[in-house]
């Protein structure tokens, strides 16, 4: 890739992820600067930077680091939770990460050690969503917990934390925190009725959807 090819696949990145956090603040993922996003471009990984309000970004404020951890492009430091982006890009074959704390994940989080399967869409995130236990925000504890839950998923929650997911694309990753979000919605809805307990889908059936899921959507003309 020439230099400037580089460089436009950067531009075109930054502001893909700027649209993607402001997003999650737009829809009540996030409150504030709480919450990040990163995404890969070659050996480079994009980031929110640390406390900027998301809609205060612009080109000029682009950061990026290597996969050590080293900041290449920028100014402002990259977020708190720079361990946790870089464990998930060095260990996955992820292109975009995202963490929220979203408010009905997060209460799940506190309540059980892993999201029950009462939807199908479980089966999109590799199984049943797992809580990684808690540790102090932005540490290598942190991101070793995380790396467990997600062992096999694209999808975790933060225990008294938030969420996190990871995908091909910055549109798929935020796709999955979306779903997440309602799943943990959907789970406390229903469990919140008095007298009754959700009913939920077994091993077999969720097997069964992940066969389907390789036909759903669009096939190229």
């Known amino acids: 890739m020439t230099d400037e090819a580089r460089q436009s696949a950067v531009e075109r990145a930054w502001r893909e992820l700027v649209d993607t956090a402001r997003r999650t603040a737009a829809e009540g993922l996030v409150v504030g600067t709480s919450g990040n996003v990163s995404v890969r471009v070659g050996e480079l990984i994009l980031v929110t930077p640390s406390g900027v309000p998301y809609d205060r970004l612009t080109p000029r404020d682009t950061v990026a680091v290597d996969l050590d951890g080293r900041q290449v492009i920028g100014d402002l430091r990259p977020t708190s939770e720079l361990p946790l982006h870089l464990a998930v890009h060095r260990h996955t074959d992820a292109a975009a990460v995202v963490h929220t704390?979203?408010?009905?994940?997060?209460?799940?989080?506190?309540?059980?050690?892993?999201?029950?399967?009462?939807h199908y869409m479980t089966a999109a995130l590799g199984g049943p969503v797992?809580?990684?236990?808690?540790?102090?925000?932005?540490?290598e504890e942190l991101a070793r917990n995380m790396l467990q839950a997600l062992r096999d998923r694209s999808a975790c929650l933060l225990q008294n934390h938030g969420t996190v997911t990871y995908g091909a694309t910055l549109s798929e990753a935020y796709d999955r925190t979306a779903q997440l979000e309602w799943m943990c919605r959907l789970w406390l809805t229903a469990s919140s009725v008095p007298g009754r307990t959700p009913t939920l889908l077994s091993e077999s059936q969720l097997a069964e959807v992940s066969h389907h899921l390789?036909?759903?959507?669009?096939r190229p003309a």
């Not at 704390?101 to 009462?118: D, G, I, N, Q, R």
């Open 101 to 118: 704390h979203a408010v009905h994940a997060t209460a799940v989080s506190t309540l059980v050690p892993e999201l029950p399967p009462v």
């Open 130 to 139: 797992r809580v990684a236990g808690y540790a102090l925000y932005g540490t």
């Open 214 to 218: 390789h036909d759903y959507g669009q």
